[in-house]
């Protein structure tokens, strides 16, 4: 096979994804912010621009405006690396993710892994962060961080495990394929296994446990922690963080839109498109800000608990469950 | 290697720099706008924060991590999972149940770590007490 390599295709995709990741966060910032607003019955921002659009521009200029603060007695190379090793992973996640047919960066044939690969390096820029700053709380926060990132990527995996078994593909554009309309979508596939549903709710929830959201964000509890990792973070360092947060949680929606509600194509089986795909997952998006500021945050032990008795369990005998279904049908 | 996979490679390559870049950029536009110093009098800026006060001790003691036992079991699991990829990316492409068995059998082993640990007790959580007696 020889082709040769399509340099504009490869910029401009480039430069979309990254342009992608700073609209969304700042725009996830502004409706994470309306959302709580409204959940708390108040209003949210509402002074800058018409409804308060342009705040997290406002904000973003605020942030890079500040002193940048290297605490004295820091580790000042891991202090200054941690911000990269959280956002730069995030971006590199945009090569495979399908936003429709041809809309993706490179169709890459281990697509789920290289995202899973590169999802996993997010947890040692928050535990270096953490470190880095020799800062107790941080220090504590990045202990916690890692330890429960370590519980929830095993029933995510053992999930995916169990995907990729009824897809029998890492191609994440060869699994949107397979679910043409909302008969198809894995989610609902009951042959494959009765407890799809299940296997998507754990997946959810890991991916919410992943990214450090409420009701599971021990790692940066304000009641007992300050901040959390990003404690001595002032200014971008802790623009950085957030810029990262945002966009994991929009590629850990992405994942649960494309491995279970059938990515870009319609419910209808009519118009497939980016546009299912975008609010699919905004629409995830939105339940976990709702989850967010609806739950009370858990405690580590139950957290740590709820993965490794109840989650991890459940994904294996879904997965022992599959195995036997897909040689029984 | 093959010219397509090679491609690939590059992509990712190619976002791995422009995600530093994307990282990078802000702190460079925040070194040209930000102040370099503050006014604060007393000189503590680059002090670690301990709530107002001056902090006590260093952060790096070593501390009680009680669940690294849970990092232990991690370990197996982990392992085990990258095993279960390929198993479950060829499963079902040949008739008959040998795969079935084989991959009962290795969840099964894999099961009984939790088990293990659920019987010694990794899941309770009890205050250790020094006890001089």
Redesign the interface.
């Known amino acids: 096979?020889?082709?040769s390599?399509n340099i504009p295709w490869?910029?401009g995709s480039?430069?979309a994804?990254?342009a992608f990741?700073?609209l969304n966060a700042s725009m996830l910032v502004w409706l994470e912010r309306k959302v709580a607003g409204h959940i708390q019955r108040r209003i949210g921002p509402k002074e800058v621009g018409p409804f308060g659009l342009f705040q997290s521009f406002a904000d973003g200029l605020k942030?890079?405006?500040?002193?940048?603060?290297?605490?004295?007695?820091?580790d000042r190379i891991l202090f200054k690396v941690a911000?990269?090793l959280v956002?730069?992973?995030?971006?590199?996640s945009?090569?495979v993710i399908p936003f429709s047919e041809n809309l993706v960066?490179?169709n890459?044939?281990i697509g789920l892994?290289?995202i899973f690969a590169f999802a996993s390096v997010n947890v040692l820029g928050l535990l270096l962060g953490g470190?880095g700053?020799?800062?107790?709380?941080?220090?504590?926060s990045g202990?916690r961080a890692?330890?429960q990132n370590?519980?929830y990527?095993?029933p995510m995996?053992?999930t995916v495990?169990?995907m990729?078994?009824v897809t029998?593909?890492?191609n994440l554009n060869e699994i949107v394929l397979q679910q043409p309309d909302i008969f198809h979508w894995y989610i609902f596939r009951l042959n494959a296994s009765p407890l799809m549903p299940v296997a998507f709710l754990i997946f959810f929830v890991c991916s919410m446990a992943e990214t450090n959201r409420a009701p599971f964000d021990l790692g940066e509890a304000e009641s007992e922690l300050?901040a959390g990792f990003h404690?001595?973070y002032a200014?971008?360092g802790f623009?950085?963080f957030f810029l990262g947060e945002y966009a994991n949680v929009f590629i850990g929606c992405s994942l649960a839109t494309i491995l279970f509600l059938g990515g870009w194509q319609s419910p209808f089986g009519v118009f497939p498109g980016v546009w299912w795909f975008l609010l699919k997952v905004y629409t995830l998006i939105f339940v976990v800000m709702w989850a967010r500021w609806t739950f009370p945050r858990t405690t580590?032990?139950g957290l740590?608990?709820l993965s490794?008795?109840i989650l991890?369990?459940i994904s294996?005998f879904n997965?022992?469950l599959t195995?036997?279904m897909?040689?029984v049908f | 290697m093959e010219q397509h996979s090679l491609f690939d490679l590059l992509y990712v390559a190619a976002f791995f720099l422009g995600g530093v870049g994307f990282a990078v950029g802000p702190f460079i536009i925040s070194h040209l706008l930000a102040p370099r110093g503050t006014r604060a009098t007393r000189a503590k800026t680059t002090q670690i924060y301990e709530c107002g006060m001056d902090p006590i001790g260093d952060a790096w003691i070593r501390f009680g991590i009680v669940y690294y036992l849970y990092a232990l079991m991690f370990v197996a699991f982990a392992v085990d999972v990258l095993f279960l990829f390929p198993v479950a990316l060829v499963y079902n492409r040949a008739l008959g149940s040998r795969d079935l068995v084989e991959l009962v059998m290795f969840v099964g082993i894999l099961s009984l770590v939790i088990i293990y640990a659920w019987k010694k007790g990794v899941f309770q959580w009890e205050r250790k007490i020094y006890n001089p007696r």
């Open positions: 096979m020889n082709e390599i490869l910029v480039l430069v994804a990254i990741v700073a942030l890079m405006s500040k002193q940048l603060i290297v605490p004295e007695c820091s911000p990269l956002m730069v992973p995030a971006i590199m945009f090569v960066a490179r890459i044939n892994l290289v470190w700053s020799a800062n107790k709380y941080a220090v504590i202990a890692v330890s370590v519980a990527e095993i995996l053992v495990v169990t990729i078994m029998q593909t890492m300050v404690t001595e200014g971008m623009g950085l580590l032990y740590l608990n490794w008795k991890i369990p294996l997965l022992v195995g036997v897909l040689k």
